[in-house]
């Protein structure tokens, strides 16, 4: 078999539904191949960045890994910043990059670039296929690494003759790596003593991340939590991994967390991270982190622990495994949940009582949140989100309230303007039947803008709802905060008018102004079940993100929206 | 504190600059760093030294321990180990300099290894701490160029560092394995220091 069959042959045999990519001179027999079947679908995208979005949407909704072939040169370097986006989050992702062929590689050739050299610092693992009998085996490898253990991309460059080349087809269903072995059930001794923490804690805390989506650990999260009574936040990544409905959910934590979540952490004695990485953004400043706290956590990456902020009990292992283990030991020793008459539970809701995430309902004037609150509630909860970054992002996060972990798709890590729409296209692919949503703005949609085709020549209606306030909302709100609002470029000017732009693109476009218009232009997109329809708020211009943690500052010392009664209790009278 | 790991990864191409990469995205210290296969050749065997805070060095041996390359690694420092380094140096060695270099070398246990009418070359090896003090003990002047391998280490004992063992000493020890680890550990006036 010829080594593009072999290619084609193995992603049948990993059960590869769509591949998102754009073809070029290294990768010509691959897609000549391609050509010849309709098992693995291929999606062409218009611009290499979009395929690793879009593929990194899909993984996310899915959980399967995204799958990108590209060719090399510019069709690898393009790929970077999808790359990087998904290894800061550790989605798994395949990445094929084409690369010239052996004898040549070295000699600065056309559209050659150093694949694996430029993606080393942001991939799990990367491999150069030197040979034809290497392709199989090393397919396998890819996607045996990139999902399992603490999941993330892993690049493929194969150069043109590995494709001319013939062997033997032969595609090893399990595969050994004498190297990686990673960790699935945690140490039991370890897990008696969170669960001794468990019984001993006055003010506990639960803090989950993207682990536990990752890990669809959701089902075994909740259990805990009820389990416990606990109180229990989400980071940014981890949003839906909890059912934000619950009543113990207290909202996301870190810089715009809430503001009762952000005190719960500051106060708690006993902090329970699951699947979280203690990220500077959850963290704020580390001296003043959780001062008072014994801390257990779960994660399956040993170097996550103790990395930030050293921890009293640590466990390697899968967040479910862990998990149900918890679960398991806590039922067995009859552990009585909390209620919410008891003193920790009666100060967390009297901050929970100032409502930190209040703002002027009674303008004309399109408050961002409003858009947010209305999509909720149009929406009924069960949309899938995608975002960009900045301010839309953040009040996609707190006023979408997730029950279902898959949902809520951002870059949280690398944080990646232009990755909301590409990656929502590779969410409707995955479930083409329910409503997929990108919260943008004006700024981060127009950096892969150019995906509106791809939406077009699959037919994938998404809706994006461009939170348009004509600047880059976060860097204005950093400058009007820390910089004395000299708003230095962060004013978009020369905006494309982006009712035309999505109708000259193929798709519906609208321009709401009032409030009043909001829910009935969302009923109404939302309504248009086979066409994008690009929703274009004009919103308020300098509407700010509340609550905020500043850059060296401590959970209690949140900045809340101006207008609110800011009851900062002191540190000693809560200690 | 200084750190001396004992690393077996793939041998690879591109596995020593995983390795290299890791240490300089991540801002961590390479004082010194060797590699070279083992007796199986899909293997080499790295030893890297580096210094940092425990927090810092705890971190690094589990950033290593992610690469997927790294087989198994093992923090020298954790037990009794015994570390060597090769140095050449060129030194100048004319008129009455050329005794004073000679006796220099013997009392440092080195070997002049090559010699010309105004130059020696010295083969001296020993742990880091010796070479210094070697370099140290030469008139500065005099020395021309001077060129070190790094560290290779090794755990004494039982404690080994292979493919196919655990890395750990076994859990239950065999009683001529006992004793030798304590020998090991109480020898008063380890041959390595010399």
């Not at chain 1, 391609?34 to 899915?62: C, M, N, P, S, W």
């Not at chain 1, 052996?102 to 030197?130: M, S, W, Y």
């Not at chain 1, 719960?264 to 990220?279: E, K």
């Amino acid at each position: 078999m010829r080594g593009a069959e072999i290619f084609v042959q193995a992603l049948k045999d990993e059960g590869v539904e769509y591949l998102f990519g754009y073809p070029g001179g290294a990768v010509l027999h691959i897609y000549d191949e391609l050509f010849k079947q309709d098992a693995v679908r291929h999606i062409l995208v218009r611009h290499e960045q979009g395929a690793t979005h879009a593929a990194d949407g899909y993984a996310r909704a899915t959980g399967k890994p995204g799958v990108v072939l590209v060719t090399s040169g510019p069709g690898a370097t393009n790929c970077v910043t999808g790359i990087a986006t998904a290894y800061m989050d550790s989605i798994p992702m395949v990445v094929f990059t084409g690369q010239v062929p052996t004898h040549l590689i070295g000699n600065d050739a056309f559209q050659e670039v150093d694949a694996i050299g430029i993606t080393r610092p942001c991939v799990k693992h990367n491999f150069l296929v030197e040979k034809v009998e290497d392709l199989a085996p090393t397919i396998r490898k890819a996607f045996y690494i990139a999902a399992s253990g603490r999941p993330g991309p892993v690049v493929v460059d194969i150069p043109k003759d590995v494709t001319a080349d013939s062997c033997e087809y032969y595609y090893p269903k399990n595969i050994e790596i004498r190297s990686y072995k990673p960790t699935g059930k945690g140490h039991p001794g370890q897990i008696r003593k969170a669960i001794q923490l468990i019984f001993e804690a006055k003010k506990p805390m639960v803090y989950t991340g993207g682990g536990i989506v990752l890990d669809d650990a959701a089902e075994d999260l909740k259990e805990f939590g009820h389990l416990t009574g606990f109180p229990i936040t989400n980071t940014l990544m981890g949003l839906g991994g909890y059912p934000a409905t619950d009543p113990q959910f207290v909202g996301m934590l870190g810089m715009h967390g809430t503001y009762e979540a952000n005190m719960a952490m500051h106060h708690c004695d006993v902090l329970i991270a699951i699947g979280a990485r203690f990220d500077d953004r959850v963290t704020g400043n580390l001296e003043k982190f959780c001062p008072y706290a014994k801390i257990v956590h779960v994660d399956v990456d040993p170097s996550s622990i103790s990395k930030n902020v050293p921890v009293d009990v640590p466990i390697v292992g899968s967040a479910r495994e862990v998990l149900r283990e918890m679960n398991q030991l806590l039922r067995e020793a009859d552990f009585k949940p909390r209620d919410k008459s008891n003193p920790w539970w009666r100060q967390i809701t009297e901050w929970s009582a100032l409502d930190c995430l209040r703002y002027d309902r009674t303008t004309d004037v399109i408050k961002p949140q409003y858009v947010i609150e209305e999509l909720y509630a149009v929406t009924r909860g069960d949309a899938y989100i995608t975002s960009d970054v900045g301010q839309h992002q953040m009040w996609a996060a707190q006023y979408y309230k997730f029950d279902k972990p898959r949902r809520w798709i951002n870059s949280g890590g690398l944080g990646t303007m232009g990755f909301g729409l590409p990656a929502a296209l590779g969410v409707q692919l995955g479930f083409p039947d329910s409503i997929v949503c990108c919260v943008t703005g004006e700024a981060s949609l127009v950096m892969c803008i150019q995906e509106l085709s791809t939406a077009l020549q699959y037919n994938l209606p998404v809706k994006i709802i461009n939170l348009n306030n004509r600047y880059m909302g976060m860097v204005r709100q950093w400058q009007e905060f820390f910089y004395d609002r000299r708003y230095s470029h962060s004013y978009m000017d020369a905006l494309p008018d982006f009712v035309k732009l999505a109708e000259a693109f193929g798709h519906v476009g609208m321009r709401i102004e009032h409030a009043r218009d909001v829910q009935p232009a969302l009923k109404e997109a939302t309504g248009m079940k086979d066409r994008l329809v690009m929703m274009d708020f004009l919103t308020d211009q300098t509407e700010n993100v509340y609550p905020m943690i500043a850059s060296g500052k401590g959970h209690h010392e949140m900045h809340l929206a101006p207008g609110n009664p800011q009851p900062q209790p002191s540190d000693r009278e809560l200690a | 504190m200084r750190h001396i790991l004992s690393i077996l990864l793939e041998n690879h191409a591109g596995a020593l600059s995983r390795v290299a990469g890791l240490f300089s995205a991540r801002a961590f210290n390479i004082e010194s760093l060797t590699v070279a296969p083992t007796e199986d050749p899909t293997v080499s065997r790295m030893t890297l030294v580096t210094s940092g805070s425990d927090e810092i060095v705890e971190q690094i041996v589990k950033q290593l321990n992610k690469l997927i390359d790294v087989i198994k690694l093992i923090d020298l420092n954790d037990g009794p180990h015994i570390e060597r380094e090769l140095m050449l140096v060129k030194v100048l060695a004319r008129d009455g300099g050329r005794e004073e270099v000679k006796r220099l070398v013997d009392i440092f246990r080195g070997r002049i290894i090559d010699v010309t009418d105004t130059t020696y070359i010295v083969e001296l090896t020993g742990a880091s701490r010796k070479l210094d003090a070697f370099i140290e003990a030469v008139n500065g002047e005099l020395i021309m160029e001077v060129v070190r391998t790094g560290v290779s280490g090794i755990a004494r004992g039982t404690r080994a560092l292979n493919v196919g063992t655990p890395t750990a000493a076994p859990r239950t020890p065999t009683k001529a394995a006992k004793s030798a680890d304590r020998a090991a550990r109480g020898a008063a006036n380890p041959a390595h220091l010399l």
